[in-house]
């Protein structure tokens, strides 16, 4: 019989995209960049493996997906990077589902939403977020990345 190992890989990292981040690079590049959410996804990956940490990257349109994903995250993550594009400024219930989590999670801005319309200057998600990264563009997953490598590293 195979004998059991005693290393217990680390669970990936979840980084959620919310709604309308599908369409990145394709407008408003003054604001959010040229950058792609694929091309995000492939840099994440890779700066994910300079921690040896995996990614498992996903986008939804849709508030109760976004909870579904948080919820999954509870067993399924060892941290989480969440860009709640719109409804940052919106859901009480993506809030709520982040205070159910026991692990780290960064909530990401590629924009600095302080520096933009009043009504983004507010985020649910920032109470329920261990940290937060904004205005970097989409250098910021990867400095959430590294933010959480660092913190995985510390809780061994
Ligand atoms: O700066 C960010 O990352 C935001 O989360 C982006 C959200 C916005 O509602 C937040 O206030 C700040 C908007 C995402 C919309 O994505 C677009 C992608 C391509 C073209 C236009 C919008």
């Known amino acids: 019989m195979a004998k059991k190992s005693n290393q217990s890989k ?21 604001v959010y960049g040229y950058t792609t959410l694929a091309q995000i996804e492939k840099m994440c990956a890779a700066q994910a493996a300079t921690h040896g940490l995996s990614i498992v990257f996903r986008q939804s349109n849709h508030e ?10 509870r067993t399924g993550a060892s941290a989480v990077i969440l ?4 409804y940052g400024h919106t859901s009480i219930a993506i809030l709520d589902s982040i205070q159910m989590l026991k ?3 960064i909530e990401v801005h590629l924009s600095n939403i302080h520096k933009r319309e009043p009504y983004r200057h507010h985020s649910y998600v920032s109470r329920g977020a261990t940290g937060i990264v904004m205005g970097l ?11 959480i490598g660092e913190i995985l590293k510390d809780s061994k």
């Open 10 to 30: 680390t669970l990936p990292i979840f980084i959620l995209n919310g709604p309308n981040l599908n369409l990145l690079g394709t407008r408003e590049p003054e």
């Open 64 to 73: 109760g997906e976004i909870v579904d994903f948080l919820q999954e995250a």
């Open 83 to 86: 860009n709640p594009a719109g």
């Open 103 to 105: 692990i780290p999670l």
């Open 137 to 147: 563009g989409a250098q910021g997953y990867l400095r959430a990345i590294d933010a």
